[in-house]
């Protein structure tokens, strides 16, 4: 299974992620035992809180369905998405968003 590179714009911190994980598996697979800070935020892991929003700002990913209150359309085609709802296809360069709402 292809793993990928998950870089944070911000801190240049980097995890890595199978296609077959999200982005939150991706992320905690690789923390386990690791005395790291949480590098994106987890909630529900399942699309239904908007915690772990991000804006994936270079790479290529499948997103999975997401609620439209936490990720409008426009948001979506600017890159915003829910990690645990996206699956890395290529090295991906992401921001991590607070909650704004
Ligand atoms: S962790 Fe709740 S929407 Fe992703």
Redesign the pocket.
């Known amino acids: 299974m292809m793993k990928h590179t998950v870089k944070l714009a911000a801190t240049g911190e980097e995890f890595f992620c199978r296609e077959d994980q999200n982005l939150?598996q991706g992320m905690q697979s690789f923390q386990m035992g690791l005395p790291m800070l949480k590098l994106i935020?987890?909630?529900?892991?399942?699309?239904?809180?908007?915690?772990?929003r991000i804006k994936i700002t270079t790479g290529i990913y499948e997103a999975k369905k997401m609620s439209r209150k936490?990720i409008p359309e426009e948001d979506q085609a600017r890159g915003i998405v829910?990690?645990?709802?996206v699956y890395p296809r290529s090295d991906l360069l992401i921001e991590v968003l607070s909650l704004s709402h």
Request: hydrophobic share 30%; with cysteine; charged share 10%.
């Open positions: 939150l935020p987890v909630g529900c892991r399942g699309g239904g809180c908007g915690i772990c936490h829910l990690a645990c709802r």
